[in-house]
């Protein structure tokens, strides 16, 4: 079955395909009765596949309904299948989380995405956001230079990561429908879309970097320093800023600057400086002392002050794809 070769070939996991008993899909309520259905176990999770050949009159709100009163029947994930959507609506299917597959094209199964947490890590995530190593990977290809058709293992040299963080990190990015993994023997990302529309259809995946924010009266000795926050913002955009009074760390170096005792004293609540602390190195991203424009707009997102707002589109619509 093509689409059970692809889920395995681009996944790496075990996939099983069986017939439902007819009873059950004599059962299946007339209007719900549309497409063709299978019954997958994507490693004992069990899955029901809607194949349906077109996308044509179907709205992703009224496919959003429809997933939600074939769970209850199914009592399973559903997973709608078509031989063509346009980009646009996939976007759309990917906001409303509704997974579907576009066989050697896309994917995205939300669930499945926390499944690949599990089986990779042994521990059961509650995330709907990819991981830290997925998000560096996408922000990464739209900032710094593209990982496309480099062989997975060639990315450990471009980034500090073992290769079995990579391997996850992209399991995730499968599973996203964000990418789609190519080849037997050497295995390489190919994206599924061009860079401003990945960074749309990444978008609802992707998570602020700040883990927690610690403060100071003494500015700490950070080499290079990281300028984060209304500086960083005010340097791609006509925010007036103020202050450059904050930096962003990664979450190791802070770890490392707190165990050789390196840090001035920490403040819970205030203090003159501001340190943010990422869940991944911030000058990965960046060709300055500035926090990359992703990142930040990330930690600036749900921020509710209307200038900020103004100055983050300012900012995104500054970027050169």
């Known amino acids: 079955m093509e689409i059970v070769d692809y889920i395995k070939k ?5 996939v099983v395909s069986r017939n439902l008993p007819d009873e059950v899909i004599k059962g299946l309520p007339l209007y719900l009765s549309i497409g063709t259905y299978q019954e997958l176990y994507i490693e004992n999770r069990r899955v029901i ?4 050949k077109s996308f044509q009159g179907i709205t992703p709100d009224r496919l959003a309904k429809q997933k939600e009163l074939l769970e ?3 009592s399973a994930t559903i997973v709608f299948c078509f031989e063509e959507i346009e980009s646009y609506q996939r976007q759309r299917l990917i906001q409303k989380r509704v997974p579907f597959i576009l066989p050697n094209r ?3 199964i939300p669930t499945l995405l926390l499944d690949l947490k599990e089986f990779g890590t042994g521990t059961k995530s509650q995330r709907d956001n990819l991981g830290a190593i997925s998000q560096l990977l996408v922000l990464y ?3 710094k230079e593209s990982i496309e058709n480099i062989p997975l293992g060639e990315i450990t040299k471009l980034l500090p990561c073992s290769p079995m963080s990579i391997t996850r990190a992209t399991r995730e990015l499968v599973a996203s429908g964000i990418c789609r993994i190519e080849g037997s023997k050497t295995k390489v990302i190919k994206f599924s879309s061009e860079k401003k529309e990945l960074w749309n259809i990444s978008l609802p995946l992707l998570s602020s970097p700040v883990k927690r924010k610690i ?4 500015l700490p000795e950070l080499s290079p320093r990281m300028i984060s926050g209304e500086a960083a913002l005010g340097h791609y955009s006509n925010l007036s800023s103020g202050e450059n009074n904050q930096s962003a760390i990664s979450i190791k170096k802070y770890r490392l600057m707190k165990k050789l005792n390196t840090l001035p004293e920490i403040h819970l609540h205030d203090g003159r400086f501001t340190v943010e602390i990422w869940n991944y190195e911030p000058g ?3 060709n300055t002392n500035f926090v ?3 990142s930040l707009y990330l930690a600036f997102k749900n921020d509710e002050d209307e200038r900020i707002q103004m100055s983050l589109e300012e900012m995104i619509g500054n970027i050169i794809w």
């Open 292 to 294: 990359d424009p992703l």
């Open 10 to 14: 681009t996944t790496g996991l075990n």
């Open 141 to 143: 290809h739209l900032q």
């Open 215 to 218: 403060y100071f009266d003494d």
């Open 284 to 286: 990965l991203l960046s």
């Open 72 to 74: 209850k029947y199914f």
């Open 106 to 108: 896309q994917m995205f």
């Open 49 to 52: 596949l809607d194949i349906r």
